[in-house]
């Protein structure tokens, strides 16, 4: 075992952290197991408490910024003290969040996409962070077959991010969300400059938002527009995905030419479909229309608007994005 990260509050000589993941390969709604290793230094030293977190980066929607953002925490170890010389192994089993954003889809990486585990060892009530791990959240069942019927149908992907705010109408837990973005497919690109996809899960199932990011004429401007889909996890079996989405596309932009002439935002909700403890399988659930225009549409938070609650301090973006530009090296030591 090479301890990558001595504990910067001590210099040389002090304590050394690392944390070993037994498969970074995780889905929503699941564990990340591993262990915390330590290596005492020099001298004994009193360790007051071991912290795991989930970092991701988040765009602060009107202010050109980005912030680290800190949205699962869980305590591994409290005090205890670490000789000098000795090795403590510390196992841990991390619940992923059903609405962590996702990292990879359709057999690769999102682009844009930056998030780790991040290890904090308390000495002294400061928090030494001692270690920072890539974490691989694929999509879960029915997540997958959203984003693969999309791309059958044309869209393109161009890429994803986190962004800081809210979708009305849905149970989000986090003051952000994901956008995965597409191109247009040929079929829309007369009338829709991107597309962006957004999921936000619970236990049962999810929320599929979809936006339109549609193109003005000679006299009108461009407009977004957002469907709401309800989806659950037990129907990730329904052998039509890909006939399901489009009718999702379509009846959005067909119902909003109708009601509005081609103005004005409009919110659609659909029908039921979709995964529940490892058992797939259609249900036969009809679509329904909208109850009613509620628009799921992004409010912005900004920096004093409730960012705070689960980020942390700016420096982190630098830390995870210097973390995943120097990881072959760092791998190259061991």
Same mark, same amino acid.
């Given at each position: 075992m090479v301890f990558k990260r001595v504990l910067s509050m001590f210099g040389v000589g002090g304590p050394t952290v690392d944390t070993v993941l037994a498969?970074?390969?995780?889905?929503?709604?699941?564990?990340? #197991?591993?262990? $915390?290793?330590?290596?005492?230094?020099? @001298?004994?030293? !009193?360790? #007051?408490?071991? $912290?795991?977190?989930?970092?991701?980066? @988040?765009?602060? !929607?009107?202010h050109d910024a980005e912030v680290g953002a800190e949205f699962a925490r869980i305590p591994v170890a409290g005090s205890f003290r670490l000789a000098a010389g000795e090795r403590h192994s510390i196992p841990f089993r991390f619940p992923i969040p059903w609405q962590t954003p996702l990292t990879e889809a359709g057999g690769g990486s999102l682009p844009g996409m930056v998030l780790g585990l991040r290890t904090d060892v308390v000495v002294d009530r400061a928090a030494d962070k001692g270690d920072l791990d890539r974490v691989l959240v694929h999509p879960l069942p029915v997540q997958d077959r959203v984003l693969e019927a999309l791309h059958r149908l044309g869209f393109v992907l161009k890429g994803a991010d986190v962004e800081a705010g809210h979708l009305a109408g849905t149970a989000q837990e986090f003051p952000f969300f994901q956008e995965i973005e597409f191109h247009p497919s040929p079929r829309y690109a007369h009338e829709v400059n991107e597309v962006e996809v957004s999921f936000v899960a619970?236990?049962?199932?999810?929320?599929?938002?979809?936006?339109?990011?549609?193109?003005?004429?000679?006299?009108?401007?461009?407009?977004?527009?957002?469907?709401?889909?309800?989806?659950?996890?037990?129907?990730?079996?329904?052998?039509?995905?890909?006939?399901?989405?489009?009718?999702?596309?379509?009846?959005?932009?067909?119902?909003?030419?109708?009601?509005?002439?081609?103005?004005?935002?409009?919110?659609y909700e659909g029908g039921h479909y979709g995964y529940e403890g490892g058992h797939p399988g259609y249900h036969g659930h009809d679509d329904h229309g909208g109850s009613g225009l509620g628009t799921a549409a992004a409010v912005g938070l900004g920096v004093a608007g409730g960012v705070v609650a689960g980020m942390v301090a700016a420096e982190v973006v630098d830390e995870i994005g210097d973390f995943f530009e120097g990881e072959e090296d760092e791998g190259d030591e061991e």
């Open positions: 498969n970074p390969e995780v889905r929503p709604g699941t564990f990340l #197991e591993g262990h $915390v290793e330590l290596a005492g230094g020099e @001298v004994d030293v !009193d360790i #007051e408490e071991i $912290v795991l977190a989930l970092v991701s980066r @988040v765009e602060l !929607d009107g619970d236990p049962h199932g999810m929320d599929v938002i979809i936006e339109f990011d549609r193109r003005g004429g000679m006299f009108t401007e461009g407009q977004d527009l957002y469907g709401r889909f309800r989806v659950e996890h037990a129907e990730a079996g329904y052998d039509d995905w890909t006939a399901k989405v489009d009718s999702w596309v379509a009846g959005a932009l067909e119902r909003h030419r109708a009601l509005f002439g081609g103005h004005g935002h409009y919110g």
